[in-house]
């Protein structure tokens, strides 16, 4: 400390930790709740909990499209593509991982993140419509580019959109209900993907566990019906 000799900062450091020891534990509790706020009001950060939960277990749910590479290629393999371009999804959406960094250095205002939020939903949503319609028309060709353009805008606006929800964690509630919230979120949503797993192998397959339920749906509705149904849940999000 500046104007003390080495033995009388000593001394005072030990004061100081002497007094720390001291304090009893509901005192330490107090001060460490003091730590734990949020400028926002405890219903608007249950709301804020409750829609990251919701957001992330949807994006669990539907993870049969929005992670690419399987389902696309099959697909792609389907209309008879040969590996090179049945691969092409998987391969484009991994060269544009990087651009979601891009843009959040462009956009590191707070007032950007309701928009950035609402776009990514937004684009999502429309692409699964869009692919889903793809499936009806003359040239396979057509499906080919569409399944490419969905795997890039995935990448990219999947990359942003995970960027701008931990924003959201930081800035919607404290931090003990971050705990919580990530718990929830994390431990819940992968129950999600499961469930969507498993009903995407119902609709391609006719199979439940293994199990024949039914007579699979025939080529191009199983597919459509995938697609199309991601559209309407990512567009509802946007409303959360």
């Known amino acids: 400390m500046p104007g003390l000799s080495l033995r009388e900062s000593f001394a005072v450091t030990s004061s100081e930790a002497a007094d720390q020891s001291e304090r ?66 998987a391969a484009v959406n991994a060269w544009v991982l990087p651009l979601p960094v ?27 419509l869009i692919i889903a319609a793809l499936f009806f028309t003359p040239s396979k060709d057509f499906l080919l580019w569409g399944l490419v353009t969905h795997a890039a805008f995935n990448g990219i606006v999947g990359g942003v959109l995970t960027m701008c929800m931990w924003e959201v964690l930081r800035q919607g509630m404290s931090p ?11 431990g819940i949503g992968p129950m999600f993907a499961v469930l969507g797993s498993l009903l995407s192998d119902l609709i391609l397959s006719g199979n439940f566990l293994g199990e024949k339920v039914f ?14 149904v991601t559209g309407p849940l990512l567009l509802m999000l946007i409303v959360t």
């Open 24 to 89: 009893t534990p509901d005192e330490s509790v107090v001060a460490a709740d003091d730590k734990d706020v949020c400028p926002l009001s405890e219903d608007l950060q249950r709301r804020n909990s409750l829609v990251y939960i919701i957001n992330w277990s949807t994006m669990y749910f539907i993870a049969p499209v929005s992670y690419v590479g399987v389902l696309h290629a099959d697909i792609l393999k389907a209309y008879e593509f040969n590996d090179k371009m049945a691969n092409l999804p």
């Open 102 to 128: 891009i843009v959040a250095w462009s956009f590191t205002s707070t007032r950007f993140l309701r928009p950035l939020l609402i776009g990514s939903y937004l684009v999502m949503g429309t692409l699964g």
């Open 215 to 228: 007579d699979p749906m025939s080529s191009p509705w199983n597919y459509m019906t995938i697609f199309g």
């Open 176 to 186: 003990r209900r971050r705990g919580r919230t990530l718990s929830l979120a994390f």
